[in-house]
């Protein structure tokens, strides 16, 4: 399924009649941000800035060079090559069509969005440090240091800002974070047997807070008297 595609409604960024900063069509987080310092007489708000700081370090999993889960899931030297039924050849390289198992799951905690893996022995998934298990695709597997692949900080709190006072900006950061997560998750999927992905998406979650702000509150009071039943007469 391509989150990426199906994930908001298009917003209009452009700007009113009278010379307003405008976003480009599909934005860096770089260019959202000297957007927002042009809504906020160029300053970041705290908050803003501790999300887009956040957005940062996950957009650079992928491109720095500092050790994260990531590349330890994708080490070759840590994957169990007997098991998979791979081999080293003469080069001293590893190869191994097959690949380790590993479920991804989309959560919110009370620290923000993150996304966690789980490995599998046989078919059970495993959340405990293992070490060289003949039943385990990984020859070590550490969840202080593999499952937590990526940690958006207070992404849920900011979803909510947004539908209370948010403005275009507020709104690119979350499309944004969205697409970073989607494009870890795809590269996985090419590095890594991902078997499957669960849990709640920030998609979902920004759904859910849009659906909340929509329902009507005159609708919703009546519905809650109605399910309170008939008051006690005396």
Request: hydrophobic share 40%; aromatic share 12%.
């Amino acid at each position: 399924m391509n989150y990426a595609k199906t994930f908001f409604v298009q917003v209009d960024f452009m700007s009113s009649q009278n010379n307003k900063a405008q976003l480009p069509a599909n934005p860096t987080l770089k260019e959202i941000n000297w957007y927002k310092k042009q809504l906020n007489w160029g300053e970041l708000p705290p908050f803003y800035h501790l999300v887009a700081s956040s957005l940062a370090e996950s957009e650079g999993i992928l491109t720095h060079g500092f050790d994260n889960a990531v590349k330890r899931l994708i080490d070759k030297r840590n994957w169990n090559i007997e098991l998979l039924g791979g081999s080293i050849n003469l080069a001293g390289m590893i190869e191994s069509d097959t690949k380790p198992r590993i479920a991804l799951y989309q959560t919110f905690t009370e620290r923000g969005f993150e996304l966690h893996a789980y490995p599998y022995a046989k078919d059970k998934e495993i959340d405990q440090y293992i070490s060289n298990n003949k039943h385990m695709e990984f020859r070590v597997w550490d969840p202080y240091s593999m499952k937590l692949v990526l940690r958006i900080n207070q992404l849920h709190k900011y979803i909510q800002f947004y539908f209370q006072r948010g403005d275009d900006a507020d709104k690119a950061l979350l499309i944004y974070s969205h697409k970073i997560v989607y494009k870890i998750i795809e590269f996985l999927k090419q590095e890594l047997n991902i078997v499957k992905v669960k849990g709640v998406s920030i998609k979902d979650f920004y759904d859910l807070c849009e659906k909340e702000r929509t329902v009507d509150q005159d609708e919703l009071a009546l519905a809650r008297l109605i399910s309170s039943g008939p008051a006690d007469k005396e």
